[in-house]
């Protein structure tokens, strides 16, 4: 008799011991899991084997069926987490970019000295103090107010602000010094609210899916509706700029 897959208990691998396999460089799921969280913290076993089942990372198998990924499965890995929280890059995208040939980061180990002296980008979770983002900003308390004034920053409960509203500071100093002011603004906010509710009920039916990978897939058909969605933006503006300042 044929000897099958080990029984899979819900989501998680085959809950059996594994015997040692012979190539002791590659690392289990787990253990992918362990040195990403560090640096991507919203990622999940759930995660990982969506973007196996979307093709971007081909990890080997036990003949017990349990995953086993190598350092380079670790870095492609990597290039897919980067490009979805730093460029907003939808799956297909990032397939294409790999395709081509996309630059991947070096294999490293878990454990990694980071000297203190560089800044650290601001993860999309962060909780950012008032003070800390005018300073990072570069703006002052007057043109905080103004922007929080016409809602294209919202303080959150506690007293902090997010990633986004330190994006929004950025953009608004630097159109500032072309002097488009915050109420200049208002339109941008408008329209961002109202898209965020036609994309929210796109994706809705994806959230109720009775799949472990419900959310991933809800996650990149955002991603894909915001590449969409810049694209046109800037067509239409374009569009826009050539008839007041001809082609």
Known sequence: ????????RGEGEPVAAE???????????????TQLRPEFPDTTISKL?????????????TPSGYRKYSRD???????????QRDQYLPLRV????????????????????VPDAAPRPVSQDARIR??????????????????????????????????DALTVAEVAKMLAAYGIQARHLRPYKVAADREAGLFAQVVAPLLHQQSPAREARADDALRELML???????????????ETLGP
């Open 1 to 8: 008799m044929s000897q099958g897959r080990a029984p899979r």
């Open 73 to 83: 499965d670790v870095a492609r890995l990597r290039f897919v987490l980067a490009a």
């Open 49 to 61: 084997r969506f973007l196996e089942t979307e093709g971007l990372v081909q990890p080997q198998r």
């Open 130 to 163: 008032r003070e800390d983002l005018c300073e990072r900003a570069g703006i002052d308390e007057a043109l905080l107010a103004d922007l929080e004034g016409h809602g294209l920053i919202t303080e959150r409960a506690g007293g902090w602000y997010d990633a």
């Open 19 to 33: 015997p040692a396999v012979k190539d002791s460089a590659l690392l289990s799921i787990g253990e992918v899991l």
């Open 94 to 113: 990032i397939r294409q970019q790999l395709d081509d040939g996309a630059h991947l980061p070096p294999a490293r180990p878990a454990l990694v000295a």
């Open 228 to 242: 969409l969605s810049q694209r046109l933006h800037l067509a239409l503006l374009r569009s826009g700029l050539s």
